[in-house]
């Protein structure tokens, strides 16, 4: 027998019984962000290849969500602080050991450029749109002359918002399932396949659809073996690490992870897609949703489980 | 300097005066507390053996929660006595969740909160709280490059433990065994 007891009665608020300090805000932040970087991706990748015509719907149409996506998962974050006053604080250093730290400079610097994108193709939807000022419209002519520059800047940055929101997690060594750089490429490649499932979504042209069912099916393909190899490196660890996986491999996330992320979130809609590819009809907005719900999924689920995880004593 | 406490879980009966005599010093909220007693009991009976330690923040040498606090709210402090700044703190709860001895806390103020080492009263040449206040004399406290400080004294003499050491934290809090 080897029982372990707090005999002085410590109840912290979101301490005890085991840690629960981040709750639905996280998570959803982290599949918003994963989201807008895989749009912003895609959307500044087919504008340096010089395919914009191919790709409408992921170079014009998908990023005009984007500011909706990055304002609504900042506040989310906000919400999730305890010492609301306090939140520019971020802004007065950058500590590079912190992802945190660089990750709130990278959103400082991303979510500006996504609200520049979005203006510059504000006539997909308001094709009657007019900028009034002569400044306004001088600033949109000067974007659209460095739209190379600009999107290139926008790639970088949204490869490190996408990988950052994994590696906030891996940084922490106390979570020994979050303490995997696996994270990081998976969160990465996770938020590339739900940009991708959101412009398969959107998308009204067949053959921008068939491209973007290609690159998902690629995508998740790479995330189904990150998975495996992230198992393979707990199995393979200290004991901490193994108990982490068990979490997964009959504890309690047993049935929502491999039901929810990765049949019907990676499998399912895999097989759809390599369908709709053969040519069988599937409607497109079914392994799109799944995706998007698989990734939301994701999130979540690693999210709680990892607060669940420990070094035991 | 290097600020350092010892336990000696030989000596300590779990009465929890240390507990409690931290709460009254420090004010904590009620409901709250910075440190608190563990007890293990291992064996089969009736071959059972008990350990009783006081725990509490281990001002880590290697701190991941000063490692991970993105506006440097948590730092080191005088004598490596890890401290939060609450006017930096923006309760974003990374530091909680990065520390392996669950020993932070949201204050209901918002900013994080922990064991300081009682730093007030050290700075003026008292004992922390709970060292002060334990019945049966089983805390020792003081600075490790201090040849002469109770607690390298102790450490030289007895056997001793830290938590969780495997977490690369380099903690300072020093069980003796």
Same mark, same amino acid.
């Given at each position: 027998? =080897? ?16 840690? =629960?300090?981040? +709750? ?22 087919? @504008? ?34 305890? +010492?609301?006053?306090?939140? %520019?604080?971020?802004?007065? @250093? ?7 730290? %660089? ?13 520049? %994108?979005?203006?510059? =193709? ?42 950052? @929101? ?62 495996? +190899? ?23 996330? @047993? ?25 069988? +009809? ?32 | ?9 030989? #000596? ?10 931290? $709460? ?22 009736? $071959? !059972? ?23 440097? *709210? ?10 939060? #700044? ?7 709860? *990374?530091?909680? *969740? ?9 204050? /209901? ?17 008292? $004992? /922390? ?26 450490? #030289? ?5 830290? !938590?969780? /050491?495997? *977490? ?10």
């Amino acid at each position: 027998m =080897n029982e372990e007891l707090i005999v002085s009665g410590r109840s912290n608020p979101f301490i005890d019984p085991s840690l =629960n300090i981040w +709750h639905w805000q996280i998570p959803l932040y982290l599949f918003l962000g994963g989201l807008a970087a895989g749009i912003l991706f895609f959307a500044s990748l087919y @504008t340096i290849l010089g395919r914009e015509e191919q790709c409408p719907t992921a170079v014009r149409k998908a990023p005009l969500v984007v500011p909706v996506l990055l304002v609504l998962g900042l506040f989310a974050l906000f919400l999730d602080l305890k +010492h609301k006053p306090y939140f %520019w604080q971020l802004y007065t @250093t950058i500590k590079l050991q912190s992802p945190m730290s %660089w990750g709130a400079w990278v959103l400082m610097a991303v979510t500006p450029l996504s609200f520049i %994108w979005a203006a510059l =193709n504000i006539k997909e939807i308001f094709p009657s749109w007019d900028w009034k000022f002569s400044w306004l419209i001088n600033f949109e002519k000067i974007c659209r002359k460095n739209i190379l520059p600009l999107s290139w800047m926008i790639i970088v940055l949204s490869v490190i918002l996408g990988v950052y @929101t994994g590696i906030l997690f891996s940084a922490f060594n106390a979570r020994p399932l979050w303490n995997t750089s696996i994270l990081g490429p998976l969160f990465l490649t996770s938020g590339l396949s739900t940009g991708a499932a959101a412009i398969l979504l959107i998308s009204k042209s067949s053959a921008e659809r068939k491209l973007f069912a290609k690159i998902d099916v690629l995508l998740i393909c790479i995330e189904l073996f990150l998975i495996v +190899h992230m198992f393979m490196g707990f199995l393979a660890s200290t004991q901490v690490q193994i108990d982490a996986a068990e979490l997964f491999l009959g504890g309690p996330y @047993t049935a929502p992870f491999w039901v929810f992320v990765v049949a019907l979130g990676l499998v399912v809609p895999l097989i759809l897609e390599i369908l709709e590819l053969k040519k069988i +009809h599937v409607p497109a907005v079914v392994p799109a949703i799944l995706v998007l719900f698989g990734g939301i999924m994701l999130r979540f689920i690693i999210a709680f489980a990892g607060q669940s995880s420990r070094w035991l004593y | 300097m290097r600020y350092a406490m010892a336990v000696d879980t030989k #000596k300590c009966v779990g009465c929890s005066d240390c507990v409690v005599a931290c $709460q009254t010093e420090n004010n904590v909220p009620i409901g709250y507390c910075r440190e608190w007693v563990v007890e293990v009991m291992s064996g089969t009976y009736p $071959q !059972l053996e008990i350990e009783i330690r006081s725990e509490r923040c281990n001002h880590c040498e290697n701190s991941p929660c000063v490692r991970c606090c993105p506006t440097g *709210a948590s730092h080191y402090s005088n004598g490596g006595i890890v401290l939060v #700044k609450p006017d930096k703190c923006i309760g974003c709860g *990374a530091c909680i *969740a990065s520390c392996p001895y669950d020993a932070r806390y949201p204050h /209901p103020g918002g900013y994080v909160d922990k064991c300081t080492f009682c730093i007030h009263r050290i700075l003026d040449g008292m $004992q /922390p709280a709970c060292v002060a206040v334990c019945p049966t004399k089983c805390m020792y406290f003081g600075d490790l490059d201090d040849p002469a400080s109770d607690v390298s004294v102790i450490l #030289k003499k007895r056997k001793y433990k830290t !938590l969780i /050491p495997e *977490a690369g934290t380099k903690p300072h809090l020093y069980f003796l065994i």
